[in-house]
């Protein structure tokens, strides 16, 4: 078996807020990540998963210690370099459901896909149906975002995630909302983008059967790794 | 491609807030109206007051200034010579110009010279009865003065070419008519500062709207006016000269000037205490417009910085989604100025009916109808404001949602 490619790499990340008052909630986490790992992020509320996983994504830049995507440093780009890194490698399911209302689902999915400007938009919207149709939402495709249950909403946005075939999916609870057998669609896509595609999933959840069936568990207490 | 999505992005915000793109619209709709309007009714204040200027005034008029008596010994002799005690006054030496024909010559070869009309000005009383009233008297050469000053359209009876050939006609002001009680083909006395004393028939009354004109000015033959200031066929006074543009007048009175001695006045010099009070309404009516322009700037400020604030989490998605700050700037400023461009169209629009509609209006009078006219230039300029004004009130907005973090708005 060939040595696994690791794709993202965390070297002591270390996070203070200093609101109310000063301190840390990331205590020096270091982890790897492989290619084509599903990795499941659990622990208490509040233990700092979330926070982690806005480090890892390049949104929050405020933090101490180095992070690297694919052998690539990505502490200290500027943001534009950031933003273009996020648009075509890295995918986030956001814990709550967070839609463009003004758009129809299947223009949220397509957008990310406009963005990168890599296809024909009529091949974006090809590829945005079938992602929709994978997660059941075919029918749904034309209504506007803002009209549909917080369930189907979070599902779309994971479609949006996968649209750009990113190297790194990041998910912030994304069976929160969903019922069993959704959820279990949902684990099934995530099982098949790791295995088929080489994605990488980390998926923060509450959800044990969901974790234990995934390729690896960090737990988080108190900002740091168990 | 991204520059398409923006855009999409962009007409979509735009679409599903028909409301606040109306009112923000609205706001520049009704400042470009105004700002056209406004410029329009000014320009044609000027245009109408600067045609009655030219109804009696030409671009430059070339003229001996009064002179004053100089010393008899030139100052430049030096400490030798003894000052003499002068007394210095006008000089009573003639108003002629010297060899006025060849001067007239160059003139009308300047390139620049459209019509040249020499002109022979006499103060004189006009007499009726017991009553005299105090004027002066242009001697012309009927066709070039008429060529000037289109005196023939500002005819109210009688005729300019019963002036033709007649050293005894004269044309008079409606003002002198009324208020020496004097009608056509009557006689009328008068008499020059030199004592020469000439009956005329009047042939012709003329109104140019022009209180002073009307009141105290009359036209004859030029020989005429020669004969009044007891001098010969070849003296003149003035030279008048219209120029291919009036708004160059006084860069063509310098060059004039080159070839004379006299005295080159362009009008702005003659008339310079009329644009003045252009110039104070100008400053004024441009205060007005450019302060209205502000406001509906600020309404597209205001509105933006709303729509932005509301639009927190999208403009956090986007960033997400890997939208840089470069193109949330595109998106924001795109509404801008859609709904400036917006604005501004229906206020070429809206300008242009109130001018339309007041160009309609009667007023009477003199004037005629009420004076404003489609001028393009400030169609051009009330658009170029427009956008500049929306682009700029659209632009912090925008560069604040580009600075948005969108950690801390997921983190609500
Ligand atoms: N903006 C903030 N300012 C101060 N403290 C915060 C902020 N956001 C989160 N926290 C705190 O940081 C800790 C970790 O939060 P979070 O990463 O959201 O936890 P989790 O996702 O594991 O439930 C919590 O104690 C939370 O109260
Ligand atoms: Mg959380």
Redesign the interface.
């Known amino acids: 078996m060939p040595e696994p490619e690791v794709i993202i790499t965390a070297q002591k990340i270390g996070k203070y807020f200093y609101e109310p008052e000063k301190f840390k909630v990331l205590n020096d986490v270091s982890f790897e990540a492989y290619r084509g790992e599903f990795l499941t992020l659990v622990g208490k509320s509040g233990s700092g998963k979330?926070t982690l996983l806005?480090c890892l994504?390049t949104?929050?830049t405020d933090y101490e210690g180095e992070l690297f995507i694919a052998s690539e440093k990505v502490t200290g780009q500027t943001?534009?370099q950031l933003?273009?890194?996020?648009?075509?490698s890295i995918g986030?399911v956001?814990?709550?459901h967070?839609?463009?209302?003004?758009?129809s689902c299947l223009k949220n999915v397509m957008?990310?896909a406009?963005?990168?400007?890599k296809y024909k938009a009529a091949e974006i919207e090809e590829r945005a149906y079938q992602q929709l149709d994978l997660l059941g939402l075919k029918d749904q495709a034309l209504k506007p975002a803002s009209k549909l249950s917080g369930g189907q909403q979070q599902r779309v946005s994971i479609a949006?995630a996968l649209i750009n075939e990113p190297k790194i999916v990041l998910c912030d609870e994304p069976t929160g909302n969903l019922d069993s057998k959704n959820a279990q669609i949902v684990f099934d896509i995530f099982k098949k983008l790791s295995t088929e595609n080489q994605q990488t999933i980390i998926a923060v959840t509450h959800d044990a059967d969901f974790a234990a069936a995934s390729d690896r568990i960090i737990e988080l207490a108190d900002g740091s790794i168990l | 491609m991204a520059i398409n999505v923006n855009l999409d992005i962009a007409l979509t915000h735009i679409l599903t807030r028909k409301r606040q793109t109306l009112v923000a619209s609205l706001g520049v709709t009704i400042g470009i109206g105004m700002y056209i309007f406004m410029n329009s009714l000014m320009a044609g204040f000027g245009q109408y007051s600067r045609k009655e200027i030219f109804k009696t005034n030409p671009h430059l008029r070339i003229f001996r200034e009064d002179e004053r008596s100089e010393p008899i010994y030139p100052s430049s002799a030096g400490e030798k010579m003894k000052r003499v005690l002068i007394n210095p006054a006008l000089t009573t030496s003639s108003k002629a110009l010297n060899n006025p024909e060849k001067l007239l010559e160059m003139v009308r070869n300047m390139p620049f010279v459209t019509t040249a009309a020499p002109q022979v000005n006499v103060d004189v009383f006009y007499n009726k009865g017991n009553s005299q009233r105090k004027g002066i008297t242009n001697g012309i050469n009927i066709d070039a003065a008429d060529a000037m000053f289109n005196i023939r359209s500002t005819m109210v009876s009688g005729s300019l070419d019963n002036l033709q050939g007649n050293l005894d006609g004269i044309v008079i002001g409606r003002g002198l008519a009324e208020k020496l009680s004097l009608n056509l083909g009557e006689n009328l006395t008068i008499s020059s500062s030199k004592g020469v004393l000439k009956i005329m028939k009047i042939v012709g009354v003329f109104s140019a709207n022009n209180k002073n004109s009307d009141d105290t000015k009359s036209y004859i033959n030029l020989s005429a006016a020669q004969q009044l200031a007891r001098e010969g066929t070849t003296f003149v006074t003035d030279i008048y000269a219209n120029t291919i543009d009036p708004d160059r007048a006084a860069e063509f009175s310098t060059q004039i000037q080159t070839l004379t001695p006299y005295k080159v006045d362009p009008w702005q010099v003659t008339n310079a205490d009329l644009l003045s009070g252009e110039k104070i309404r100008d400053v004024m009516g441009n205060t007005v417009t450019l302060s209205i322009l502000l406001v509906a700037a600020f309404g597209i400020y205001n509105i933006m910085n709303m729509t932005i604030t509301q639009k927190m989490n999208d403009i956090a998605i986007l960033k997400a989604i890997g939208f840089n700050g470069r193109d949330i700037v595109r998106i924001f400023l795109t509404e801008s100025i859609i709904m400036g461009t917006l604005g501004v169209l229906a206020g070429l629009l809206v300008g242009g009916l109130c001018i339309h509609f007041l160009s309609k209006v009667y007023v009477g009078g003199p004037s005629g109808y009420f004076p404003i006219y489609f001028e393009p230039k400030v169609f051009g300029l009330g658009a170029f404001f427009g956008i500049l004004a929306t682009s700029l009130a659209g632009y912090l907005p925008a560069r604040k949602a580009a600075n948005v973090d969108p950690v801390t708005i997921f983190r609500r």
């Open positions: 979330s806005y994504s949104m929050d943001p534009n933003a273009a890194l996020r648009n075509h986030f956001f814990q709550f967070y839609l463009l209302p003004e758009f957008i990310p406009l963005k990168m400007g949006r």
